[in-house]
């Protein structure tokens, strides 16, 4: 199981960002997608998550209405689209899959917001 994001970089307050998440290893179109962030000095914390079609997506109320995250089982790959970003946004962004009971992650995309 491999995952890796992909995306981040350096934006302006109110700019945007698309993140992507590349998967392999496990049967992509059967599982749900998380992405989380960790700023520092801060814990780990939900920022979205998507079912394994892509049917029902749930977000942070911090995000909610500026973030949208979405798949494509064809390439295995899941995005997070973040709009209106703010300088709290600013964080490494992991994604992760639950296989076998096991959780795996990505190596992290750092995404800084500032002017």
């Known amino acids: 199981v491999q995952l890796v994001e992909s995306g981040g970089g350096l934006v302006q307050p109110g700019g945007s960002l698309t993140l992507s998440c590349a998967a392999s290893?496990?049967?992509?179109?059967?599982?749900r997608i998380w992405w989380y962030r960790q700023a520092p000095g801060k814990e780990r914390e939900l920022v979205a998550?998507?079912?394994?079609?892509?049917?029902?997506?749930d977000y942070s109320d911090s995000v909610k209405g500026r973030f949208t995250i979405s798949r494509d089982n064809v390439k295995n790959t899941v995005y997070l689209q973040m709009n209106s970003l703010k300088p709290e946004d600013t964080a490494v962004y992991y994604c992760?899959?639950?296989?076998?009971?096991?959780?795996?992650w990505g190596q992290g995309t750092q995404v800084t917001v500032s002017s």
């Open positions: 998550t998507l079912s394994s079609l892509g049917g029902s997506a």
């Open positions: 992760k899959v639950r296989w076998n009971s096991l959780d795996y």
């Open positions: 290893g496990f049967t992509f179109s059967g599982y």
